[in-house]
């Protein structure tokens, strides 16, 4: 095509002395137009300020056009972004309507970017705003919210007052992190508040601030939140039952819970031997009726911490026969490893093979094999003493009939059988399975039911850890200032919640429009799908460039742009956006 392009316009306007250009339009377009959309480059130059002397891009359009650079390629680096400019200048100053230049994304300049986002009087009305905004236009339910939080390590030097820091982590515990605590909006997904905390901190305690600025800026009243155990927390419950919200999590099985929970797991088994438990179901992936769990509920009255107030929860106890399950093959591989390594402790007589001599060591290993396996009660060890004597001269030389003889003893234990306790293990299978929910919710605001397949999601606000790490590839952090890492980390969110709020716009209008799409699975080019993923979308426009040609004066003559497929056309369509905001880049028509 681009040949096409040449000989077209050497012939019309009979010259040699053309210059052609291609920069690669990709999903920059798509991405920036989803932007404009959500009101991002308005919302952030209306609560950063620009200072008088400063000259070129808004702080606004900044974050926009380089927000579309890291969804793009992945990388935040702020040393990339000019190199990556160089190759689009036409592309993103038609889409933007904006002069750009390169020191608009020098370090310098990005760097103070991130500083005015770490500003917690800046970000907060920048999320308030955002969430205003994205509710209104995309006619957005108000009703459950889910908290929790995920942990970013890095190589970073651990400083007294700095945010990365030794803590609990299940990503790597040998490197110091950050720990970047998240509020979404169901069913989305939508980050709704942000915050990034140092690395040591526990999870009990992030919660309440969190919830209290969602709170805030939401303004409605009777919001369910939902987590995990850790918000379960009594000053958390006792909060949001004061102002007059809802919460929804697990309890943690420590303290007074671990008492309590196996007398609960007790009534439980007893009704679920009488038929006496409710049944939950659920429609699977294949559209079919599956049994999701089934338990009952009582209700309880908790206090304050203070002591002064008191309300009514309700304690749901449910057993899930997917995590039963699950359970069960747990204990059943702990037998397997318990029985080997019990069946290892008294090997057969042998070079190098260590006999165990005394019962009381023989007893004092099985239990500790025992309890290592969590399988105490369930198995039972029998043992033998095996003494053998042989008898031997005294002394040195050969034997004789009067010649003094003595006789030595060698004692050994050793296990005859190792039994599985059935009844216990199958009373035990029976306590499988088993976990309760706190909620304040009364029954005609969030039933058994209603209750056990809202957590179901709890997935959702993973989601947003997943892209934050994979996507955008938060881990590793470029920066190393406090306000670096916060400034950078709300900025990656930013982008998060456009990817998220992308693919829940196109998913609703296909569902509406019970339509699907093709073409979004180079691995299956015969799917179509109704519920397509940000990042297919996006993959989806891949390939598309823009080819330029100017004259010696350097006027552009001719901009052509890859034609946009069908499914491309239809996505813009659904988004709202329209297959305009690619072809405003070209001109169709050579101008002599």
Request: charged share 25%; aromatic share 6%; proline share 4%.
């Amino acid at each position: 095509m681009r040949v096409q392009l040449v000989q077209q316009a050497q012939e019309i306007l009979g010259t040699n002395d053309l210059v052609m250009i291609t920069e690669r339009v990709d999903d920059v377009a798509l991405l920036i137009g989803q932007m404009v959309t959500m009101g991002l480059p308005e919302v952030l130059d209306r609560h950063i300020p620009r200072h008088w002397t400063q000259r070129g891009l808004s702080w606004g359009w900044t974050a926009v056009i380089w927000l579309a650079y890291i969804l793009t390629e992945g990388d935040h680096r702020k040393v990339s972004v000019e190199t990556y400019l160089k190759g689009m200048h036409h592309t993103l100053s038609r889409l933007t309507a904006q002069g750009i230049e390169p020191l608009d994304f020098s370090d310098d300049r990005l760097s103070r970017l991130l500083r005015h986002l770490s500003k917690p009087a800046y970000w907060h009305q920048i999320e308030k705003d955002l969430n205003a905004r994205s509710i209104e236009v995309y006619d957005l339910h108000q009703n459950v919210i889910r908290c929790d939080a995920t942990t970013v390590s890095g190589a970073h030097e651990v400083t007294a007052g700095g945010l990365f820091q030794f803590g609990h982590s299940k990503d790597d515990p040998t490197r110091p992190q950050i720990k970047v605590m998240i509020g979404s909006l169901d069913p989305l997904g939508m980050p709704l508040a942000t915050d990034v905390l140092s690395g040591e901190r526990a999870d009990d305690g992030l919660y309440l601030p969190i919830i209290e600025r969602i709170r805030a800026g939401l303004k409605t009243p009777g919001l369910l939140f939902v987590g995990d155990c850790k918000m379960s927390a009594l000053d958390t419950r006792a909060y949001l039952a004061k102002h007059g919200d809802w919460y929804l999590s697990p309890l943690p099985l420590t303290g007074a819970t671990a008492e309590a929970m196996d007398a609960w797991i007790t009534v439980g088994v007893r009704k679920g031997e009488a038929d006496e438990l409710a049944r939950i179901w659920r429609t699977n992936d294949r559209g079919h009726e599956v049994l999701a769990a089934e338990g009952y509920e009582v209700e309880r009255t908790c206090r304050t911490p203070d002591g002064v107030g008191e309300w009514s929860e309700r304690v749901l106890v449910v057993r899930s026969p997917m995590h039963a399950t699950q359970q069960a093959a747990g204990l059943e591989k702990r037998l397997r490893h318990a029985e080997a390594q019990l069946a290892a402790l008294t090997p057969p007589r042998g070079p190098g093979k260590r006999q165990i001599t005394d019962e009381a060591t023989l007893v004092e290993a099985i239990a500790r094999v025992l309890t290592a396996h969590r399988v105490d009660g369930l198995l039972r060890v029998t043992w033998e003493k095996q003494v053998e004597q042989t008898t031997q001269y005294v002394g040195r030389g050969r034997g004789a009939v009067h010649r003094e003889k003595r006789v030595i003893q060698k004692t050994r234990y050793h296990i005859t059988q190792i039994a599985r306790q059935e009844d216990t293990i199958a009373a035990h299978s029976q306590r499988l399975g088993w976990k309760a929910f706190v909620t304040n919710a009364g029954l005609t605001r969030l039933s058994l039911q209603d209750a056990v397949l809202c957590y179901r999601n709890e997935y959702r606000v993973e989601r947003i850890f997943n892209r934050l790490k994979s996507r955008v590839h938060i881990a590793p952090l470029f920066v190393k200032r406090n306000e670096q890492i916060e400034g950078l980390t709300y900025l990656l969110t930013l982008g998060v919640r456009v990817l998220t709020v992308m693919e829940f716009v196109l998913r609703r209008s296909l569902e509406t429009a019970q339509a699907r799409l093709p073409g979004l699975h180079p691995e299956n080019k015969q799917k179509q799908t109704d519920k397509p993923t940000a990042e297919r979308i996006l993959k989806a426009f891949s390939d598309i460039s823009l080819t330029i040609i100017k004259n010696a004066a350097g006027e552009d003559i001719l901009r052509r742009l890859t034609p946009l497929s069908g499914v491309q056309e239809e996505i813009l369509q659904r988004l709202g956006l329209g297959a305009t905001l690619y072809r405003q880049l070209e001109i169709q028509a050579i101008r002599t």
